[in-house]
């Protein structure tokens, strides 16, 4: 019996040594982006502000914008031709590039003087924070077919978490998925939204293959976002 419980004491040992061995894990390069998730909730913010032409939603997105900086995403889309002139379908309207959101957000002002002296300071703001910086998160605006898949190559570093944000114009669900080189899904986000986020620590530095499928039978206005 001695022996039994002697034997059943080492094993518990064992497993709780493996156990600890498992769960000590090198500290990543940075942690999860304070900026994406600030963008994130200005996309929110522009789904909303469009829906109900809401100027102040507009002018707090703008706001965010203007307080996170970010760059061009340099990256080719592989998909089929879109026909944004055919609206057949499409109820929603919504804009996720700066330019387009700030006409927007004056046109929704119709006039109130209030609003639009708003609109000019954050843009003032936006411009000496000096939009388009290297160190904030890069940025690409798109649209992708109903039915059909957009593809891109994106190159992430080795041991530092990757991040990947895509926000469509709410009219159909978008799917997120990334594959490494050899075609391995390595993540995804398939819930029955048009908001995807997706993160990974990489363990090799290269490109991997980033798959936006849109589920729905209109054309989806989108922007995607990496870290």
């Not at 909730?41 to 307080?67: H, K, P, V, W």
């Not at 061009?72 to 804009?95: F, I, P, Q, Y």
């Not at 639009?116 to 890069?138: F, M, Q, T, W, Y």
């Amino acid at each position: 019996m001695k022996k039994l419980i002697l034997f059943v004491s080492l094993l518990a040992l064992t497993f709780a040594s493996k156990a600890q061995t498992v769960e000590e894990k090198p500290a990543l390069e940075g942690g999860k982006s304070e900026a994406l998730a600030a963008i994130r909730l200005a996309n929110d913010l522009l789904r909303y502000g469009y829906t109900n032409q809401s100027t102040l939603a507009l002018l707090d997105a703008l706001q965010i914008f203007s307080e996170n900086p970010t760059q061009k995403l340099n990256v080719t889309r592989e998909g089929s031709e879109v026909d944004e002139s055919n609206m057949e379908g499409k109820k929603a309207r919504v804009a996720f590039d700066y330019e387009t959101v700030l006409a927007d957000a004056k046109k929704f002002a119709a006039g109130d003087e209030n609003l639009l002296a708003l609109i000019d300071n954050i843009d003032a703001e936006a411009k000496g924070a000096h939009r388009g910086s290297v160190n904030g998160p890069s940025r690409h605006y798109d649209t992708v077919n109903g039915r059909s898949t957009d593809t891109y190559q994106i190159s992430f570093i080795s041991g530092e978490l990757a991040e990947i944000l895509v926000s469509g114009d709410g009219d159909t669900d978008l799917d997120l998925y990334v594959y490494d080189s050899n075609a391995n899904l390595i993540v995804s986000d398939s819930d029955y939204t048009d908001d995807c986020y997706v993160c990974w620590v990489p363990a090799w530095t290269g490109r991997f293959i980033v798959k936006i499928v849109n589920r729905g039978p209109v054309y989806n206005r989108y922007v995607i976002l990496t870290n």
